[in-house]
C-alpha cells in the first residue's frame, strides 16, 4: 500500500515499482459493454489467438481475491480431442443423473420437494441436454474453440471459489471488449464435482487442483441487436 501510495516513487521492492495506474473514468462506455455482454451458444470455426488468450489472462488475475492469496491459476482448452474428451466425460454424469430421476419414485419425489412447472422444466431441460448429446451436438460447450477454467490448488486461496468467480467475471468482460463472445457454464463444474479424477487426467490437473469456473469463448457466429430486458435495480438507501 506505501509503494501503491507514494507520489514520488521513493519506495520499491529490489528496486522495481509496479505499473502506474491509470484511471478509467469514462462509466458510460464501461455501462456499454455490461450491457452487451450476451451468453453465446453459436461460435465461429475460428481459432483464437495464444495472444488474445494471453491478454485475456491479464484481465483476470487483476481480479480481487480474499486475503490477497492470488491464488487463482487458468486453463485454456483449444485441442479439439481435449474438448470432445471432456464432453464425453462430464455428460456421463448428466446421463447417469437422468436416469436416476428418471425413476418414477424419484420424479415423485422431485415434484413434492420442487413446485411443479419447475421440476419439470429440470426434467425436460436434463432429457433435451442429453438428447442433443446423443444427437452428435455439444450442449454443454457448443462447439466452442476454446473452454476456459479457473482453478487453484488446495490451500492456496481463503476463498476459492469467489476468487475464481470474479476472475472468470472479468476475462468473460475483457473478451467483450476484445470481439470475443463467451457464456458461462457452471453444468461444467456441476459435472466436475462429481468426475474429478478423470477430468482432472484429462486436463493435466493434479489431486490438490480443483475447478471452481468455467466458460466458453470465441467469435460469435452472429451479433445481437439488442440488449435484454431487466428488471428495475431494487435499491434502498438508508
Not at 461460435?43 to 483464437?48: A, G, N, R, T
Not at 457466429?221 to 434502498?236: P, Q
Request: contains cysteine; glycine residues 4%.
Amino acid at each position: 500500500h506505501c509503494i501503491a501510495i507514494c507520489p514520488s516513487g521513493a519506495l520499491s521492492v529490489d528496486g522495481n515499482l509496479p505499473m502506474e495506474c491509470e484511471k478509467c473514468n469514462d462509466s458510460d462506455k464501461m455501462l456499454l459493454i455490461l450491457r452487451s455482454r450476451r451468453s453465446m451458444r453459436r461460435y465461429k470455426d475460428k481459432e483464437v489467438a495464444d495472444e488474445d488468450i494471453k491478454k485475456l489472462v491479464e484481465f483476470g488475475r487483476f481480479a480481487p481475491t480474499g486475503s490477497n492469496r492470488e491464488g487463482n491459476e487458468f486453463l485454456f482448452v483449444k485441442s479439439k480431442d481435449k474438448r470432445k474428451q471432456l464432453t464425453d466425460e462430464l455428460m456421463k454424469f448428466y446421463i447417469k443423473l437422468y436416469k436416476i430421476v428418471s425413476f418414477f419414485i424419484i420424479k415423485w419425489i422431485l415434484l413434492i420437494i420442487l413446485p411443479t412447472k419447475k421440476a419439470l422444466f429440470y426434467l425436460n431441460s436434463l432429457r433435451g441436454m442429453i438428447k442433443r448429446y446423443k444427437d452428435g451436438r455439444d450442449p454443454l460447450f457448443f462447439n466452442a474453440p476454446v473452454i476456459a477454467f479457473v482453478y487453484s490448488k488446495k490451500f492456496a486461496s481463503s476463498t476459492p471459489k469467489d476468487d475464481a468467480c470474479y476472475a472468470l467475471y472479468n476475462v468473460v468482460i475483457g473478451a467483450e471488449s476484445m470481439k470475443l463472445s463467451t457464456c458461462i457454464n457452471q453444468l461444467a463444474v456441476i459435472a466436475f464435482n462429481r468426475r474429478k479424477r478423470k477430468v482432472k487426467k484429462i486436463l493435466g490437473l493434479t489431486k490438490k487442483e480443483n475447478i471452481y469456473a468455467c466458460t466458453t469463448i470465441g467469435y460469435p457466429d452472429f451479433d445481437y441487436k439488442r440488449t435484454v430486458f431487466r428488471k428495475e435495480g431494487s435499491i434502498k438507501i438508508i
